[in-house]
Every structure is written in C-alpha cells, then in structure tokens.
C-alpha cells in the first residue's frame, strides 16, 4: 500500500514562495502518476496540478498555471510543487495523492487514490 507524506506548507506573505514535498513510501514510484489538490476551508477540494509517471506529461489548474511548478525525484520517491508569488487565494490545506492510470493526466479527485494527510499553506496579505 502506497503512502503519500506531504511537508512543506507554511504561513508566508503575498508575493512569497513555497515549495512543498510529498513522500511516496511502499510502491514502486516511477510507476506512480502524481497530483496536487488543494482544500480551503468552506470549499471543495480542487485540482492544482498533476505529473505523469515519466514526467512528460504535466497539467495545471489555470488559476496556477504559470505560478506554481510540478516536478518529481524518482530517486527520491518525492514529488515536489513549487509554488511563486502566492496570494491569499492559495491558502488551502494541499495534498497529494496517486493517479489510478500512471501514464494519463486528471483533474478529477475520483482518479486518484492513498491520499497524503495534507500540509497547510497560509498567505497573509
């Protein structure tokens, strides 16, 4: 059974950078696609970003997109997403977790599966 561990998340000012990690442990992760949701509180979980298991293939939440960067360490076993200029409306509490289908890329949280525990992000303005 794969586990995913985030870490990472912080309070932080507008304008700042983050950078968080999740741990993969228990499963072989270059087989693993990966995503990034996020959670506020009042609000539905939403898609951030998602990386395939080669790594070819990214996608992107657009509210994100051009901000925030998915990348992954097969060595490592970690996925990182590396978030610039953050505003307030990125504080949620993030979370990684696995893609049934490694090679495909979704938005959809019902695709994916061992979600981590999530790590909180706060912006203040």
């Known amino acids: 059974q794969v586990q995913m561990v985030e870490s990472g998340g912080g309070l932080v000012q507008a304008g700042d950078s983050l950078r968080l990690s999740c741990a993969a442990s228990g499963g072989t992760f270059s087989t693993l696609g990966l995503g990034w949701f996020r959670q506020a509180p009042g609000k539905e979980r939403e898609f951030v970003a998602c990386?395939?298991?080669?790594?070819?293939?990214?996608l992107y939440a657009d509210s994100v997109k051009g901000r925030f960067t998915i990348s992954r360490d097969n060595n490592k076993s970690t996925v990182y997403l590396q978030m610039n200029n953050l505003t307030p409306d990125d504080a949620a509490t993030y979370y990684c977790?696995?893609?049934?289908?490694?090679?495909?890329?979704?938005?959809?949280?019902?695709?994916?599966?061992?979600w981590g525990q999530g790590t909180q992000v706060t912006v203040s303005s």
């Open positions: 990386i395939t298991r080669s790594g070819s293939r990214v």
């Open positions: 977790a696995v893609n049934r289908i490694g090679w495909a890329v979704s938005r959809s949280a019902v695709e994916y599966t061992n």
